[in-house]
Every structure is written in structure tokens, then in C-alpha cells.
């Protein structure tokens, strides 16, 4: 029998108790914690392949998203049967997690139950969790860098990706600065996806030096440009997948775009109450991500040119 705090929700066949679904966890707006379950339920397809085989860190908010923060990577004593899991190992320490490892919709409803706002999964996969497929190019405006400054380097990341035969699939961050992913194929580690990003990201600095740096120390940059990220492919990194919330009080999303809706967008536009409707019009953006894999070469061969570590 449900308590009278409880309530089910179904997702993709199985029921999924959620307790305390009044509890606020956007004050900003006001939407609740079931609130949270229904907009990831809206976007179950795009948020299932988003995560789909990888493992998940969860950014849970116990008390809403203005209490503390509570960074998991291992699944709790307790988890229902059905839930997926994937082992990963931390060498630097000697220690392994258990971590989510989403394969359907009820387990991000479970995670959410457990007070998960945002999901951010690697960029391997459950079948071999050492080699990644996806590179990640995160642009990381600094304080005073404008969102112009962003489209403008966006764009010099989509002539780039172009001239190498890449397809990169762009989405906002949730904040001020936007993610695109490249499906790579498995079958280089952590360390050498790190130097193909990084290759790749000196060559957006080269073309924008107004604009872009690779300049690792935060102190070391201009406040005014846009940082693009090359660290965020080494091990045990991750940033929000597309469709995940982030933990802010306007309830923003991570979402995914077109390159052409890049210098129309406003990324503070997509929300918890905007997305559902947007992705019921137009179908997950992503939807395509798998159909093809890069190869790293060029880009290795950049990093050697330039002897990059």
C-alpha cells in the first residue's frame, strides 16, 4: 500500500513509486519533483539514447535544487532488481563503482526518485568502458564572453568538423555555452581521444585567436573569450547528457539544436516547460547520432605534428 506522500508512475511498462512529488525543486518556478519525472517521461526517446549503455554519475538534490548538491556514482543498497548497472574502476585511487547504467526509460524515473536532477554520463559504453565513442567539444564562455562570441566560435567548429568529414551534433549546455558530439568509433582509450580533442581545439583557436582559447588555467584567460574545452574526454569526466535538466532554479535544459538554429536560439528558452512541447513537435535532434562513427586519425596526426601530450 502507497503512503499517502506516494504516487506511481508508469515508464515503458514497469510502475515506479515516486515519494514526496509535491516536494519543490525549481523555486525559481515552482515545478516539483514530479513535475521533474513527467518532463523526463515527455522526453523519454532522446533522453533513453542520450544514456543508453553508458555509465551515469547523478547530481541529486534531496531538498530542490537551492539545498545540497550530492554527486553519486554508485548505485545504492536497495535498487529494485530491473535496474542496470556498469562497473567502472578508478585507477588513481585503487577503487571501483557500480554506476547506473540506463538501457530504459523507468531507470532515469528511478534515478529521479532518488532525487536525481541531472545526468551525466561518460563517453564509453557498458561494453568496453575504456575505449570512448563519443568527443566531446565543449564551448566554455568565460564571464564576460557574450553568447555572440559563442555562435561566432560555433560556427568556426562546424567549418572545422565539415573540412574533416565529421558530423557533429550540437545542443545547448544548460547554461551559457553549447556541447557538440562526434561519434567516434571505439578504438582508442581516454588519453588519445584527449589529444585528438585537443589537436582539434588548437585549430579553433588558430582560426579565431579573437575569440577561442585553449588556455588551460582559468586565471591565465581573458575573461571576455570562450574556453573550448578539450579536457572534458579525459577518464572520468562527464558533463549533463542532452535532455538533462541542470540543477539551477529556472530549470533549464540541456537541448539539443540544429547548426542553423544557433544564431536564433537564446539558450535560457529551454526549459522544463518548453522542451516537452518542442520535442513532441520535432522528434529527438539526435535521433541520427549513431548512424556513423569518425575516425581519429587526422586529428592524431595533428597532435603529433604538434606534439601535444
Same mark, same amino acid.
Given at each position: 500500500?502507497?503512503?499517502?506522500?506516494?504516487?506511481?508512475?508508469?515508464?515503458?511498462? #514497469?510502475?515506479? %513509486?515516486?515519494?514526496?512529488?509535491?516536494?519543490?525543486?525549481?523555486?525559481?518556478?515552482?515545478?516539483? &519533483?514530479?513535475?521533474?519525472?513527467?518532463?523526463? $517521461?515527455?522526453?523519454?526517446?532522446?533522453?533513453?539514447?542520450? $544514456? %543508453?549503455? %553508458?555509465?551515469?554519475?547523478?547530481?541529486?538534490?534531496?531538498?530542490?535544487?537551492?539545498?545540497? &548538491?550530492?554527486?553519486? =556514482? /554508485?548505485?545504492?543498497?536497495?535498487?529494485?532488481?530491473?535496474?542496470?548497472?556498469? %562497473?567502472?574502476?578508478? +585507477?588513481?585511487?585503487?577503487?571501483?563503482?557500480?554506476?547506473?547504467?540506463?538501457?530504459? !526509460?523507468?531507470?532515469?524515473?528511478?534515478?529521479?526518485?532518488?532525487?536525481?536532477?541531472?545526468?551525466? +554520463?561518460?563517453?564509453? #559504453?557498458?561494453?568496453?568502458?575504456?575505449?570512448? @565513442?563519443?568527443?566531446?567539444?565543449? !564551448?566554455?564562455?568565460?564571464?564576460?564572453?557574450?553568447?555572440?562570441?559563442?555562435?561566432?566560435?560555433?560556427?568556426?567548429?562546424?567549418?572545422? !568538423?565539415?573540412? $574533416?568529414?565529421?558530423?557533429?551534433?550540437? &545542443?545547448?549546455?544548460?547554461?551559457?555555452? !553549447?556541447?557538440?558530439?562526434?561519434?567516434?568509433?571505439?578504438?582508442?582509450?581516454?588519453?588519445?581521444? /584527449?589529444?585528438?580533442?585537443?589537436?582539434?581545439?588548437?585549430?579553433?583557436?588558430?582560426?579565431?585567436?579573437?575569440?577561442?582559447?585553449?588556455?588551460?588555467?582559468? =586565471?591565465?584567460?581573458?575573461?571576455?573569450?570562450?574556453?573550448?574545452?578539450?579536457?572534458?574526454?579525459?577518464?572520468?569526466?562527464?558533463?549533463?547528457?542532452?535532455?538533462?535538466?541542470?540543477?539551477?532554479?529556472?530549470?533549464?535544459?540541456?537541448?539539443?539544436?540544429?547548426? @542553423?538554429?544557433?544564431?536564433?536560439?537564446? +539558450?535560457?528558452?529551454?526549459?522544463?516547460?518548453?522542451?516537452?512541447?518542442?520535442?513532441?513537435?520535432?522528434?529527438?535532434?539526435? #535521433?541520427?547520432?549513431?548512424?556513423?562513427?569518425?575516425?581519429?586519425?587526422?586529428?592524431?596526426?595533428?597532435?603529433?605534428?604538434?606534439?601535444?601530450?
Amino acid at each position: 500500500m502507497m503512503a499517502a506522500d506516494e504516487v506511481e508512475v508508469e515508464a515503458g511498462g #514497469r510502475l515506479v %513509486r515516486i515519494s514526496n512529488p509535491g516536494r519543490v525543486y525549481f523555486p525559481a518556478r515552482g515545478e516539483t &519533483k514530479l513535475d521533474l519525472v513527467r518532463y523526463y $517521461l515527455s522526453v523519454g526517446d532522446g533522453i533513453v539514447r542520450a $544514456l %543508453r549503455e %553508458r555509465p551515469c554519475m547523478l547530481h541529486r538534490f534531496p531538498s530542490g535544487v537551492t539545498g545540497d &548538491k550530492v554527486h553519486q =556514482k /554508485r548505485v545504492p543498497a536497495g535498487a529494485p532488481p530491473w535496474l542496470q548497472t556498469v %562497473r567502472v574502476h578508478f +585507477p588513481r585511487y585503487g577503487r571501483h563503482a557500480d554506476e547506473l547504467c540506463v538501457t530504459e !526509460l523507468a531507470h532515469v524515473v528511478w534515478a529521479v526518485q532518488m532525487s536525481a536532477v541531472e545526468f551525466h +554520463p561518460w563517453n564509453s #559504453r557498458r561494453a568496453d568502458t575504456e575505449r570512448p @565513442d563519443e568527443w566531446r567539444i565543449d !564551448l566554455d564562455p568565460g564571464p564576460r564572453c557574450t553568447f555572440a562570441t559563442v555562435r561566432r566560435v560555433a560556427g568556426v567548429v562546424r567549418e572545422v !568538423l565539415g573540412e $574533416l568529414g565529421a558530423t557533429g551534433w550540437p &545542443k545547448t549546455s544548460g547554461g551559457s555555452g !553549447l556541447h557538440v558530439y562526434v561519434r567516434i568509433a571505439p578504438q582508442w582509450g581516454f588519453a588519445e581521444v /584527449r589529444r585528438a580533442a585537443l589537436a582539434f581545439a588548437r585549430e579553433v583557436e588558430r582560426r579565431a585567436p579573437d575569440l577561442a582559447t585553449t588556455t588551460w588555467w582559468r =586565471k591565465d584567460r581573458d575573461p571576455a573569450m570562450l574556453f573550448v574545452d578539450y579536457n572534458q574526454n579525459a577518464r572520468d569526466h562527464t558533463i549533463a547528457s542532452a535532455y538533462s535538466v541542470r540543477g539551477v532554479p529556472e530549470a533549464t535544459v540541456s537541448t539539443p539544436i540544429s547548426w @542553423d538554429e544557433i544564431n536564433e536560439i537564446d +539558450p535560457r528558452q529551454f526549459t522544463i516547460a518548453t522542451v516537452p512541447a518542442r520535442f513532441a513537435q520535432l522528434g529527438d535532434l539526435h #535521433r541520427g547520432i549513431d548512424d556513423s562513427a569518425y575516425l581519429l586519425d587526422t586529428l592524431l596526426e595533428w597532435a603529433d605534428r604538434d606534439q601535444l601530450d
